[in-house]
């Protein structure tokens, strides 16, 4: 397993990159919770509670509690990435949870997600968040954006408010390819500052 603090402008968490080397899949975290954490997320990053970005890895039974926020992000260059877990996974999350409140300040370009942001691969397993999350687009419960059509994310809930200020703002998901969603369900409250399209469980389905 590889694990780095990265360069600052690029990955921040507990971890910063875990790399599981391929198809070994040994970038594995587990039993490891964080309380009253406090990360504030620079622009163009991926930053999570526990990893910035995990590659062909896993992690489980692991909690986060505390605050996450990008702050001081200006214009429309550059995408910054939060997530409650992990920013940036292609691999398996499961029996975590996400406690902390996740906010943007300022800017437009953030993907934020009580679990995940960017979802690359994988499954996500009897996971929950109750943290707020606040962005301008791109907002969601469990995973701000699925990238692939093969992901599962399975008895999974959220009960935290989410606000979005633009595009795509869901309770579970908020733009997604066609995946499964098993036995999911958002108690949260979904708001979007400006009049566009919200939903209680996912907002944009690509095909």
Do not use: P, W
């Amino acid at each position: 397993m590889y694990i780095s603090n990265g360069d600052a402008q690029t990955y921040q968490g507990f971890f910063g990159h875990v790399d599981g080397n391929g198809t070994n899949k040994q970038g594995i975290i587990e039993n490891l919770v964080l309380e009253n954490v406090n990360i504030s997320a620079s622009f163009s990053t991926d930053t999570g509670g526990i990893a910035g970005r995990v590659t062909y890895g896993e992690i489980r039974n692991c909690g986060v509690s505390g605050e996450i926020k990008a702050i001081g992000l200006t214009g429309s260059g550059g995408v910054t990435s939060i997530g409650g877990i992990a920013a940036d996974i292609s691999g398996n999350i499961s029996n975590c949870y996400n406690l902390a409140n996740i906010t943007q300040n300022g800017g437009r370009n953030c993907y934020a997600g009580g679990i995940v942001s960017s979802f690359e691969s994988g499954n996500i397993l009897n996971c929950y968040n109750k943290g707020n999350v606040s962005a301008s687009n791109y907002v969601a419960g469990i995973v701000s954006l699925n990238k692939t059509k093969t992901s599962n994310i399975i008895n999974c809930y959220n009960t935290g408010n989410i606000t979005g200020n633009d595009y795509c703002t869901g309770g579970i998901v908020s733009d997604m390819y066609s995946i499964k969603l098993n036995n999911c369900y958002n108690f949260g409250t979904i708001k979007r500052n400006k009049l566009r399209r919200r939903s209680c469980f996912f907002d944009r389905i690509r095909r």
